[in-house]
T-cell receptor, first 114, second 112 residues
Framework: EAEVAQSPRYKITEKSQAVAFWCDPI?????LYWYRQILGQGPELLVQ????????DSQLPKDRFSAERLKGVDSTLKIQPAELGDSAMYLC????????????FGPGTRLTVT | GENVEQHPSTLSVQEGDSAVIKCTYS??????FPWYKQELGKRPQLIID?????GEKKDQRIAVTLNKTAKHFSLHITETQPEDSAVYFC???????????FGQGTRLTINP
């Protein structure tokens, strides 16, 4: 069964450093999502792509976060500079282009900023 | 925008008993309601979903009900087993929006 892949699984970085996360969606899925999940809370959407285009980045802190999906397949989420409050799980999800948008999540990257 | 409230935040039941988790949503245009199960340290997994054109859907021990008038939907787990212990999230979306809004999660513990 195809799954969403993410790397790294864990990342520890010092504040003010740059970090990057990678996501490879399920083959053929046009829609890709990046979520942030703080411990004990539900996932919160950061950015949504349809192919290579950003559909929604209204909750992305654009002063420090950036995301790209250059060829409409895999995607990278970057934080520069990282802050202590960025410590969280970063989840990637992908979905097909059907009428109802089922989303399938990757294993996530656990970020700890010290 | 859409807002989803989920209750309770924690739920503890005896093995074999039933568990019910409830969510309410604010946008009457929402028409797709998935439920995700997240075990400790693992990815959220889609376990069941319901669309606004049906009132109930079952899959073995799991069922979801939807009341569009009251704008709430519920997850029902019968004959609970230890492996049902996890955090469960509800979500809602509007057709065409492709954007899920999640509830805060319910930590379900099954006591042997």
């Amino acid at each position: 069964e195809a799954e969403v892949a993410q790397s790294p699984r864990y990342k520890i970085t010092e504040k003010s450093q740059a970090v990057a996360f990678w996501c490879d969606p399920i083959s053929g899925h046009a829609t890709l999502y990046w979520y942030r999940q703080i411990l004990g809370q539900g996932p919160e959407l950061l950015v949504q792509f349809q192919d290579e285009s950003v559909v929604d980045d209204s909750q992305l802190p654009k002063d420090r976060f950036s995301a790209e999906r250059l060829k409409g397949v895999d995607s990278t989420l970057k934080i520069q500079p990282a802050e202590l409050g960025d410590s969280a799980m970063y989840l990637c999800a992908s979905g097909g282009s059907g009428v109802f948008y089922e989303q399938y999540f990757g294993p996530g990257t656990r970020l700890t900023v010290t | 925008g859409e807002n989803v409230e989920q209750h309770p935040s924690t739920l503890s039941v005896q093995e074999g008993d039933s568990a019910v988790i409830k969510c309410t949503y604010s946008d009457s245009a929402s028409n797709y309601f998935p439920w995700y199960k997240q075990e400790l340290g693992k990815r959220p997994q889609l376990i069941i979903d319901i669309r606004s054109n049906v009132g109930e859907k079952k899959d073995q021990r799991i069922a979801v009900t939807l009341n569009k008038t009251a704008k709430h939907f519920s997850l029902h787990i019968t004959e609970t087993q230890p492996e049902d212990s996890a955090v469960y999230f509800c979500a809602a979306t509007i057709q065409g929006a492709q954007k899920l809004v999640f509830g805060q999660g319910t930590r379900l513990t099954i006591n042997p």
